[in-house]
């Protein structure tokens, strides 16, 4: 294994917010490592990825050496890629088939729906998303700003992250294996654990742009409230979630 390899914290990926500009891990990242070998190639290439296998070929050859040649092996047979397609078209498929089982559902939605509507009126005032940061610079911009770009983050996040712990939950109940239920269980813990973390971080944002912008005190406390209520399912669906431990972050 590689000195580059050694540092990496393995899945550390896996229970993050994405937000990796703010991240202080990155550097023991194997997604962000690749990730920006991949924005490299696409920009010294001009936004041309045709040949972008060729910046793993080193990696991939890395992999195969004696002590791993039959993993190297799984790693490289097309099975092994199709079974990972797969299980992501079944979640897919399983969260566009399937109505709403839970109110949680359907205020996720209207969170979504009610933190964009605000999001936008907020642009619209400050011009945020069209003007450089540099045009951001008397006091209370900057503070609307920070509270602002949580709260546009993390908006869509906590619907992926809330619908992914749900979806855990309905395997865990129909799963009879005790270590495949054990495997839902976590991902569901580790998925709602991210999801909480982004609702209180809003929730604190909001607060603060309630106070700074008395004009959206309306939209700010009706979305102050759906979030309360998705708090407040969390916490009843998810009793354990607080305890998993993600990768890097709770080590």
């Known amino acids: ?5 050694k540092e990496y914290i393995d899945g550390i990926f896996n229970y993050c917010d994405r937000w990796c500009e703010k991240c202080k891990f990155t550097a023991n990242c ?3 490592t690749q990730e920006s070998k991949i924005k490299t190639h696409e920009i010294l290439h001009n936004g041309d990825l045709s040949n972008i296998d060729e910046v793993f070929d080193k990696e991939l050859d890395n992999l195969k050496n004696e002590d791993d040649e039959e993993g190297y092996e799984d790693f490289m047979d097309e099975d092994f890629f199709d079974s990972i397609n797969d299980e992501d078209d079944e979640f897919i498929k399983h969260e566009e088939e399937k109505e709403p089982e839970h109110p949680v559902n359907d205020l996720i939605d209207k969170y979504f729906l009610k933190s964009h509507s605000l999001i936008e009126s907020i642009d619209t005032k400050f011009r945020f998303l069209s003007e450089s940061k540099e045009n951001h610079k008397s006091s209370i911009v900057e503070k609307v700003f920070d509270d602002f ?5 993390y908006h869509t996040l906590i619907g992926a992250k809330m619908k992914r712990a749900l979806h855990g939950l309905d395997e865990v109940s129909k799963e009879d294996d005790e270590e495949i239920r054990e495997i839902h269980e976590d991902d569901m813990n580790g998925s709602a654990k991210v999801g909480i973390i982004s ?5 604190s944002a909001l607060e603060n742009l309630h106070d700074t912008l008395p004009e959206f005190s309306d939209e700010i406390e009706e979305t102050l409230i759906l979030l309360g209520k998705i708090l407040n399912y969390s916490d009843e669906l998810f009793p354990n979630c607080m305890e998993f431990k993600r990768p890097g972050f709770d080590d």
């Open 149 to 153: 770009e949580i709260l546009m983050w």
């Open 1 to 5: 294994m590689s000195q580059e390899n």
């Open 30 to 32: 194997f997604l962000f």
């Open 199 to 203: 609702v209180k971080r809003s929730i």
